[in-house]
């Protein structure tokens, strides 16, 4: 009896160990599509290459070019946040900041100080909602031999993760998924192969 018990016991385990590698490999081969369905991402003119090439939908996506939390950029950010508190999306993330290195002279507490007051409000109005904020993704050299306020980029983001602390929500860090393949001509826009891996990233975060 013992060793019929231990036997069978045995063949269970197998039985749910293959189950849950399955249900792994589904979750992988999953279309980044469908694990956004109830997702919405909102940002700047890098992540409106999330549907540019068609790595989501467009629906799941609220970017323009130019868009960020400072002044001067109100109208297009207003525009974001209206569209998530419309679509009321059980997961939120936030891409901002690659405009704001410029818009605020690198000026990484000025930064903070615009981006605050946006996660409140979100906070607010949408309280079923998670809220998950990606990083400034790091230049290639060209551009910040250009614009030498991307040199800040870092300090921005080191800063940004103490505000994510603060108001008690995720805070993603894509930096090291930056290759120097994906840049693109300008050394700030991305290339196809980033975004596949930016969004299986933000997948794997928030437990998609």
Same mark, same amino acid.
């Given at each position: 009896m013992?060793?019929?018990?231990?036997?069978? %016991?045995?063949?269970?385990?197998?039985?749910?160990?293959?189950?849950?590698?399955e249900?792994?490999?589904?979750?992988?081969? +999953?279309?980044?599509?469908?694990?956004?369905?109830d997702?919405l991402?909102?940002g700047?003119?890098?992540?409106?290459?999330?549907?540019?090439y068609?790595?989501?939908?467009?629906?799941?996506? +609220?970017?323009?070019?130019?868009?960020?939390?400072?002044a001067?950029?109100n109208?297009?950010?207003?525009?974001?946040i %209206?569209?998530?508190?419309?679509?009321?999306?059980?997961?939120?993330f936030?891409?901002?900041g690659?405009?704001?290195?410029?818009?605020?002279?690198?000026?990484?507490?000025?930064?903070?100080?615009?981006?605050?007051?946006?996660?409140?409000?979100l906070?607010?109005?949408?309280?079923?909602?998670?809220?998950y904020?990606?990083?400034?993704?790091?230049?290639? +050299?060209?551009?910040?031999? +250009?614009?030498?306020v991307?040199?800040?980029?870092?300090e921005?983001?080191?800063?940004?993760?103490?505000?994510?602390?603060?108001?008690?929500?995720t805070?993603?860090?894509?930096t090291?998924?930056?290759?120097?393949?994906?840049y693109?001509?300008?050394?700030?826009?991305?290339?196809?192969?980033?975004?596949k891996?930016?969004?299986?990233?933000m997948?794997?975060?928030?437990?998609?």
């Amino acid at each position: 009896m013992d060793e019929m018990d231990v036997s069978e %016991a045995d063949k269970k385990i197998k039985e749910l160990e293959t189950q849950e590698r399955e249900t792994e490999q589904d979750a992988e081969e +999953q279309p980044a599509s469908e694990k956004f369905a109830d997702c919405l991402v909102l940002g700047d003119s890098i992540t409106q290459g999330l549907y540019e090439y068609g790595v989501l939908d467009q629906a799941n996506v +609220q970017a323009d070019r130019g868009a960020g939390v400072s002044a001067g950029d109100n109208e297009k950010l207003a525009d974001h946040i %209206a569209r998530a508190k419309e679509m009321k999306p059980s997961v939120l993330f936030l891409s901002y900041g690659m405009n704001d290195v410029g818009a605020q002279n690198g000026d990484a507490d000025g930064f903070i100080k615009a981006y605050r007051p946006v996660i409140r409000d979100l906070k607010k109005s949408l309280p079923d909602t998670k809220i998950y904020v990606n990083s400034i993704l790091p230049t290639a +050299q060209i551009a910040i031999d +250009q614009n030498s306020v991307y040199a800040k980029i870092p300090e921005f983001n080191q800063k940004l993760k103490k505000l994510c602390e603060k108001e008690k929500v995720t805070f993603i860090d894509n930096t090291e998924l930056v290759k120097q393949e994906h840049y693109a001509g300008d050394g700030i826009h991305m290339s196809t192969g980033y975004y596949k891996e930016w969004v299986n990233h933000m997948a794997e975060v928030a437990e998609l």
